[in-house]
């Protein structure tokens, strides 16, 4: 149980600096829902399904981008065949789909947060900590930087081939942080 106390106060503290510091700028998230895929494993060391998605994404920022990627950021088809994993693991069945959308009138370079430490923001943030053990990122969210928005949709792969035929759906969770401090501070 300790353990467990350990983990939830971090995320606490880890959630308030990047709060106070407006890091996370308008994070909207479903928390009823989680994924069952972890934190870590969406971005961490060992596992980070994003990197490839925001390489391209960092090449023609100005553009939108939306691509379907496995549990090692690779992109995968539209209409994908399932195929064993040579090797099992325990996320081998998820599928993550990311989205990048620039505000009209978008200006190259004008943004205050890459796409790399966005999506690094939201899996340390509480979108990172649902769950019983507050360690799974929740199935789907949205971070307003202030240029566009960052989303993310998480499924589990089902055994016939697969198409995404509509966009994340809104989140029930949206939080503005600067003033969810500013009213907590207020309120205590």
Not at 86 to 98: G, I, M, Q
Request: aromatic fraction near 8%; charged fraction near 15%; glycine fraction near 8%.
């Amino acid at each position: 149980m300790t353990n467990f106390r350990n983990r939830v106060f971090t995320a606490l503290v880890i959630n308030i600096l990047l709060v106070v510091s407006g890091v996370l700028g308008k994070l909207t998230c479903d928390l009823t829902h989680p994924s069952g895929l972890q934190w870590d494993v969406f971005y961490g060391q060992n596992y980070n399904v994003v990197s490839q998605f925001c390489s391209q994404q960092g090449r023609d920022e100005a553009n939108a981008l939306s691509w379907k990627v496995d549990i090692k950021g690779n992109r995968q088809p539209a209409i994908a065949e399932r195929s064993p994993p040579v090797t099992p693991n325990t996320y081998k069945e998820y599928r993550v789909t990311l989205i990048w959308t620039p505000d009209k009138g978008f200006a190259s370079g004008s943004c205050s947060r890459s796409c790399l430490q966005t999506y690094q923001n939201i899996a340390q943030s509480y979108c990172g900590h649902t769950g019983g053990e507050s360690n799974i990122m929740a199935k789907n969210g949205t971070s307003d930087i202030g240029c566009g928005q960052y989303s993310w949709l998480i499924t589990e792969a089902v055994s016939s081939p697969t198409t995404l035929s509509h966009e994340p759906s809104r989140p029930t969770r949206t939080e503005n942080t600067s003033s969810r401090i500013a009213e907590e501070t207020a309120v205590g």
